[in-house]
C-alpha cells in the first residue's frame, strides 16, 4: 500500500508523465478495484481497518495520530499465524506507538506509552517499521539547516543531516540503523523479500504487509530519478521521482 498516492499518479489510470511500468503491468494482467473505497480519507484509520476488517470509529482508531491498536482486537496477522502462517510487517505502522523508553516520531515515548501497540504485539513475527512518515529518500535524515515539511534535495554525507526523529524498529523492539540510506522503498522492500524467501524456501505460508511511505510529505528523490523529471520544477522532480522509485521496487517482487 502506498501512502497519499493520489488516483491520477499512475499510468494506468492516465498520467502520462509518471513512470510506473511496473504497476501499469500488474493493472493489467491483474484485477482492478475501480469502485473499491478506503474504509477512511487519512492514514491511521484505512490501515486499521485493511488488517481488522471493521469500521474505525469501532477499534478506536478514528483520526490520524489517535488512539492504538487495542488488544482485544484480531488482526489479520493474528488469525493466520493460527493456522500456521509466518507474518511481517515492513514499512509505515501508524497504529500505535513503538517504544516506551525513547522519543521517537509523533508520539512514541515515555508521554506515549499508553498507546504503545506495535506490530510485534498484533501477530507479527517479524518487523521493520516507524511510527509514521518518513522521507522518501535517507529515511533517517533531514539537510542541516532545512526545515521544510514538504521537499528537499538529498543529502549525500551524513554529516550534512541531522536525525529526521522517527526510527525504525524491529520486532525485538530494537532501533534499526544498518541499510537506511537510499530510496526509502528500496529500504523496505530490502527487508520484505528476504522475509518472503525465507518462507518461501521453508515450505511455509506467509502473510506480508508492506506498506510504502510514497508519496507522503516529505517527498525526497534521488539524483537518478529525481533526473528523470528534471523539466519539472523541484517539487514535482521530488514527487514524481519517488513514485517511478517505489514503482522499481514493485518490480522487484514481483
Known sequence: MCDDLGWGDVGFNGNK???TPHLDAMAKGGMK??????????CSPTRGSCITGRHPFRYGIPFANSGHMKPEELTLAEL?????????????????TLTKTVKDANRGGPRGAKNYSPPQLNGFDVCFSPESKV?????LFRPKGNNSRQWW??????SDANPYGTAY?????ESVTENTRGANSRVIMDRA????????????PFFSIIWFHTPHLPVVAGPRHAAIYRDYPKYAQHYYGCITAMDEQVGRLR
Not at 153 to 158: K, Y
Not at 169 to 173: D, I, L, S, T
Not at 193 to 204: E, G, H, M, S
Open 33 to 42: 478495484f475501480n469502485r473499491f473505497y478506503a474504509a477512511a480519507p487519512v
Open 169 to 173: 524498529w524491529n520486532e525485538h523492539g
Open 193 to 204: 523479500i528476504p522475509f518472503i524467501q525465507k518462507a518461501t524456501q521453508a515450505r511455509q
Open 153 to 158: 534535495d538529498p543529502v549525500m554525507a551524513a
Open 17 to 19: 508523465v509518471i513512470r
Open 80 to 96: 493466520l499465524k493460527k493456522q500456521g502462517y509466518t507474518t511481517g510487517h515492513f514499512g509505515k505502522w501508524h497504529l500505535g
Open 135 to 139: 522521507p522518501t529518500w535517507d529515511p
